[in-house]
């Protein structure tokens, strides 16, 4: 039974790697998603506007001959 536990295939290894990456990914991918919704619901609350300080192009097309 001990000899079983001795030898691990690399390709079991790089499969666990990516496994673990792929979950660290997800999970930090929903925390920001989560923390970007709760700071969007804590400065509506508030009565702060995110984009007060940031210029905005007109959406005005010109066309030149």
């Given at each position: 039974m001990r000899g079983l536990l001795?030898?691990?295939d690399p390709s079991v290894t790089t499969y666990l790697i990516q496994a673990i990456a792929g979950a660290a990914i997800a999970v930090g991918a929903g925390l920001?998603?989560?923390f970007r919704s709760a700071r969007k619901k804590i400065n509506d609350r508030l009565g702060i506007d995110e984009n007060r300080n940031k210029e905005v192009e007109s959406e005005d097309i010109e066309f030149k001959e």
């Amino acid at each position: 039974m001990r000899g079983l536990l001795l030898y691990i295939d690399p390709s079991v290894t790089t499969y666990l790697i990516q496994a673990i990456a792929g979950a660290a990914i997800a999970v930090g991918a929903g925390l920001a998603i989560y923390f970007r919704s709760a700071r969007k619901k804590i400065n509506d609350r508030l009565g702060i506007d995110e984009n007060r300080n940031k210029e905005v192009e007109s959406e005005d097309i010109e066309f030149k001959e």
